[in-house]
Nanobody, 119 residues
Framework: QVQLVESGGGLVQPGGSLRLSCAFS????????MGWYRQAPGKQRELVAV???????NYADSAKGRFTISRDNAKNIITLQMNRLQPEDTAVYYC?????????????WGQGTQVTVSS
């Protein structure tokens, strides 16, 4: 069973940076597509960035040019480097693991880490 543990959230001033990490265990990490999602109060959870098992990345428009997703298949982690943070980036950030097509299992979610951007 896949387990995901996020870390790195916190309080940061507008224009600042944070680096989130997500540790993966319980299966073969390199075969999973991984992603970061966020949910602000009163809003639906939304995609921030994904990185495929092969390394291809996709970003939400709001993240392009400011956020960078990466993965380390040796350490079974993904990271989200967030720069030039703004108050609208305030949300709980979740890590998600999507299994390869041959695995008939659901995606897994982490417990989330709070990011607050405020002066």
């Amino acid at each position: 069973q896949v387990q995901l543990v996020e870390s790195g959230g916190g309080l940061v001033q507008p224009g600042g940076s944070l680096r989130l990490s997500c540790a993966f265990s319980g299966s073969i990490f390199s075969t999973y597509d991984m992603g970061w999602y966020r949910q602000a109060p009163g809003k639906q959870r939304e995609l921030v960035a994904v990185i495929k098992s092969g390394g291809r990345t996709n970003y939400a428009d709001s993240a392009k040019g400011r956020f960078t997703i990466s993965r380390d298949n040796a350490k079974n982690i993904i990271t989200l480097q967030m720069n030039r943070l703004q108050p609208e980036d305030t949300a709980v950030y979740y890590c998600r693991a999507d299994p390869p097509p041959w695995k008939i299992v659901e995606s897994s979610w982490g417990q989330g880490t709070q990011v607050t951007v405020s002066s």
